[in-house]
């Protein structure tokens, strides 16, 4: 079996090549295990080699080296291929879908990832015209994903950190609308109208902090969506507050909730759609589970939490 490195050097907070080529060594070398390490030149460059080493037929693993958006480049990559396992060696600053398991601090330990074991977890598939990709944790539209991907050109201004990034970014968006116009179907169910966000969950973590579907899990074959109903300014941070915390049972007036196999959202206007972090434009997307499509290894030991189901499921399959 072949092992393969991908790493982002733009994860996180600073560069971890060096100590991430330190702990391979440390571990596959100290084993005699041949391995190899690739370290992006820019977006897109992680799946594009994930691809190439996976198309080569051997049998390999594939370690993602960074946030979750590096982790959905090397997932794209190697997904059509049933030659290729991926985990995520964690690098980035929230690093959100490996909170799903019982032990996420366990995927920063090399030994334990080398002994674990494969798991087949689902995908969302994402349409959007002709282009399809598939996000591993979560995609949303609305507010909080215009927020969250105009983050890192924030971040680019003079003077301008992390938090102050998101401050800014968060200023501009309230300032441009806080809520727009969609069209929702599920199957024979219609939703029309105005929302502050809607969130598709394959996991149940994103942002860093925002945990608003606890119950969502990535081997169930369904996707958990929440919309925020349209709230004016003043009530705006208290009804984020609620859909963070993943408190939408006791909101049902301002946050809607259900289980469903697929959706497809039409916008009036080109809208910017968020996948792990990752920002699409379009004017539709579609979005559907595709279900146990991402060959997954865990470290040894570490298993999914277990969640309570309880929820009516729409035009589940």
Same mark, same amino acid.
């Given at each position: 079996?072949?092992? %393969?490195?991908?790493?982002?050097?733009?994860?996180?907070?600073c =560069?971890?090549?060096?100590?991430i080529?330190? $702990?391979?060594?440390?571990?596959?070398?100290?084993?005699?295990?041949?391995?190899?390490?690739?370290?992006?030149?820019?977006?897109?460059?992680?799946?594009?080699?994930?691809?190439? $080493?996976?198309?080569?037929?051997?049998? @390999?693993?594939?370690?993602?080296?960074?946030? =979750?958006?590096?982790?959905?480049?090397?997932?794209?990559?190697?997904?059509?291929?049933?030659?290729?396992?991926?985990t995520?060696?964690?690098?980035?600053?929230?690093?959100?879908?490996?909170? %799903?398991?019982?032990? #996420?601090?366990?995927?920063?330990?090399?030994?334990?990832?080398?002994?674990?074991?494969?798991?087949? %977890?689902?995908?969302?598939?994402?349409?959007?015209g002709?282009?399809?990709?598939?996000?591993v944790?979560?995609?949303?539209?609305?507010?909080d *994903?215009?927020?969250?991907?105009?983050i890192?050109?924030?971040?680019?201004?003079? +003077?301008?950190?992390?938090?102050? $990034?998101?401050?800014?970014?968060?200023?501009?968006?309230?300032f /441009?609308?806080?809520?727009?116009?969609?069209?929702?179907?599920?199957?024979?169910?219609?939703?029309?109208?105005?929302?502050?966000?809607?969130?598709?969950?394959?996991?149940?973590?994103?942002?860093?902090?925002?945990? #608003?579907?606890?119950?969502?899990? #990535? =081997?169930?074959?369904?996707?958990?969506?929440?919309?925020?109903?349209?709230?004016?300014?003043? /009530?705006?941070?208290?009804?984020?507050?609620?859909?963070?915390?993943?408190?939408?049972?006791?909101? #049902?007036?301002?946050?809607?909730?259900?289980?469903?196999?697929? +959706?497809?959202? &039409?916008?009036?206007?080109?809208?910017?759609?968020? +996948?792990?972090?990752? *920002? @699409?434009?379009?004017?539709?997307?579609?979005?559907?589970?595709?279900p146990?499509?991402?060959?997954?290894? &865990?470290?040894?030991?570490?298993?999914?939490?277990?969640? $309570?189901?309880?929820?009516? @499921?729409?035009?589940?399959?």
């Open positions: 079996m072949k092992h %393969l490195f991908l790493v982002n050097p733009a994860a996180g907070l =560069d971890r090549t060096a100590q080529k330190a $702990a391979a060594n440390a571990v596959l070398g100290a084993r005699g295990i041949p391995y190899a390490i690739a370290v992006s030149r820019g977006p897109g460059d992680l799946m594009t080699r994930a691809r190439a $080493a996976a198309a080569a037929g051997d049998d @390999i693993r594939l370690y993602a080296c960074g946030g =979750d958006g590096t982790l959905n480049e090397v997932v794209n990559g190697a997904v059509e291929f049933d030659n290729a396992a991926v995520h060696f964690p690098a980035g600053s929230g690093n959100d879908f490996i909170k %799903l398991f019982d032990q #996420p601090d366990a995927f920063r330990d090399l030994q334990r990832l080398l002994d674990g074991c494969e798991t087949h %977890l689902d995908l969302i598939l994402c349409k959007t002709a282009e399809k990709r598939y996000g944790n979560v995609c949303s539209l609305g507010l *994903a215009r927020i969250g991907t105009q890192a050109a924030y971040r680019r201004l003079p +003077l301008v950190g992390g938090s102050s $990034a998101y401050l800014l970014s968060t200023a501009v968006n309230v /441009r609308g806080i809520h727009q116009p969609y069209t929702i179907d599920f199957g024979a169910r219609r939703v029309q109208g105005n929302q502050t966000l809607v969130c598709v969950c394959n996991g149940c973590w994103y942002g860093g902090s925002f945990h #608003p579907a606890p119950e969502a899990r #990535p =081997d169930d074959g369904l996707l958990d969506v929440l919309l925020v109903k349209p709230v004016n300014l003043f /009530r705006l941070a208290t009804a984020i507050g609620h859909y963070k915390r993943g408190a939408y049972r006791r909101y #049902p007036n301002l946050i809607e909730y259900c289980r469903t196999d697929r +959706l497809h959202i &039409t916008c009036q206007s080109p809208s910017v759609v968020n +996948l792990d972090g990752e *920002a @699409i434009t379009s004017e539709e997307v579609s979005l559907s589970v595709a146990r499509k991402l060959r997954f290894f &865990t470290p040894q030991g570490v298993q999914l939490l277990s969640k $309570a189901r309880d929820h009516e @499921i729409i035009e589940a399959i």
